[in-house]
């Protein structure tokens, strides 16, 4: 559920994003409103970025990886994010990875103040808009569709400007044998360098992650400084990533 959505938004994108062929006239049948209703749903959801409009209908306007990733966990993503943004104080900071759940921390930031937020994840944007008090760069370079972030050698060379008290990242799949592992290079070499301009290093990851190993290593798991998880993480394997030396929060 997109807290920026109604409820029939929200029910309008999800049958988008099963079926990019669907009318103005087929959504109105589905949802018994009117044609009308349906225009209006799809113009407010064309105003907030969430669709593109068609000739007799729409598509959503994010990569299909980045639709189904925000389906997958979302409760605990959000829970999540939510004790991720409760560690950030006023006056912080912080570098935010792109992905589904480090992305959510901009939503729980709403009422800080003077925080100042760099990260390559265009998802970001969406949250940052209606957060004025939130000081947010966006580091340049090669836009990724299907991570909904920006890469390469320019947002290595913009990430190396800037010190923080924290970098927020997220991964493909972890464990103290593998690491933290992803399918995209381009999105590992982001992570190594947040994690050298920051004093703490703290990976966003919800349970289902764990014991996953993608093609590209990452980072040796101690070269975070905490884990924020949730609490369907087996115990064994806390107590396993607490003995490494690693902080663990389960929520």
Avoid: C, W
């Avoid at 103005?24 to 049948?29: F, G, Q």
């Avoid at 265009?122 to 972030?149: C, D, I, Q, W």
């Avoid at 290595?156 to 103290?176: I, K």
């Avoid at 798991?221 to 115990?235: A, G, W």
């Amino acid at each position: 559920m997109n807290p920026f959505l109604s409820e029939r938004e929200n029910k309008i994108l999800n049958m988008l994003i099963e079926d990019y062929n669907l009318s103005v006239t087929r959504l109105s049948e589905l949802l018994e409103v009117s044609a009308v209703t349906i225009r209006s749903d799809l113009s407010s959801m064309e105003e907030k970025g969430f669709i593109l409009r068609t000739r007799g209908g729409a598509l959503p306007a994010f990569h299909p990886d980045i639709l189904a990733s925000q389906k997958d966990h979302p409760e605990e993503k959000n829970r999540i994010a939510k004790a991720a943004a409760n560690m950030v104080k006023e006056g912080d900071a912080i570098m935010i990875d792109d992905g589904t759940t480090t992305s959510l921390l901009m939503k729980y930031m709403m009422g800080k103040r003077n925080i100042h937020v760099v990260t390559n994840s265009t998802l970001a944007l969406t949250y940052a808009r209606v957060n004025p008090t939130v000081h947010l760069t966006m580091v340049g370079g090669e836009f990724k569709p299907a991570a909904e972030s920006l890469v390469g050698p320019v947002s290595l060379t913009h990430l190396e400007r800037y010190h923080v008290n924290y970098a927020f990242v997220g991964t493909g799949g972890f464990s103290l044998k593998t690491g933290m592992t992803t399918h995209i290079e381009e999105s590992a070499e982001i992570i190594k360098h947040m994690e050298r301009q920051a004093d703490k290093t703290v990976l966003m990851a919800d349970s289902s992650k764990y014991g996953k190993s993608g093609f590209v290593k990452i980072l040796p798991l101690n070269s975070v400084d905490m884990i924020i998880t949730d609490k369907d993480m087996p115990q064994s394997v806390v107590k396993e990533i607490q003995e490494a030396g690693i902080e663990v929060l389960q929520v």
